[in-house]
């Protein structure tokens, strides 16, 4: 997702939009990476890492400013949407777009954030029975589409801090920041 050029960190958690695919694994449908081969785990914050081509350790924080890693959210669904579609593999079912928690190392950009940590806040979904296999991510899903694929009525085309009111990542997530082992990128 082009979300611009790093203009400053972020100080608190954000709120923003991405779209992800849905995969079916054994253990049920998955989120993952539209450009990634990482699934994102149930109940888990993932954790970006840096995919330097040279296979070198990153000599910056995850993400940095002069590198693409981290975890993408544009500031307006709009910008995330063009992400529902692509070139998909076999074991895709479908692509949603949803609300993201950034956190951890977070940087602003022209039309978003890069971040360090991330977890799905809302999800909108187009079928019922895979927002049924998607509910352990979070709460809602919603299978309630309209207009543009998976844009929900109710979608606010800004953003505002996860820190606000009813919005902020669970303080589980925030806890274990540190202690999971989940390491992802995109």
Request: charged content about 20%.
């Amino acid at each position: 997702m082009e979300i611009g050029t790093s203009v400053c960190e972020a100080s608190e958690p954000v709120r923003g939009w991405r779209a992800w695919v849905v995969t079916e694994t054994a253990a049920g449908f998955r989120l993952g990476s539209v450009l990634h081969d990482v699934l994102w785990h149930v109940g888990e914050p993932a954790l970006a890492d840096c995919r330097n081509p040279d296979g070198k350790a990153p000599l910056h924080p995850v993400p940095g400013r002069e590198c693409d890693c981290g975890f993408y959210a544009a500031r307006d669904p709009a910008d995330a949407l063009s992400y529902l579609v692509g070139r998909d593999e076999p074991s895709t079912v479908c692509r949603v777009l949803g609300e993201v928690a950034l956190w951890g190392h977070v940087l602003e950009t022209e039309y978003g954030w890069r971040g360090s940590h991330a977890y799905p806040l809302r999800l909108y979904v187009p079928d019922a029975t895979v927002a049924a296999g998607l509910a352990g991510y979070c709460t809602p899903v919603s299978s309630r589409v309209w207009g543009n694929p998976a844009i929900p009525r109710s979608a606010s085309a800004t953003s505002t801090s996860a820190a606000s009111a009813g919005s902020s990542p669970s303080s589980w997530s925030v806890a274990r920041t540190r202690s999971s082992s989940a390491a992802a990128s995109g």
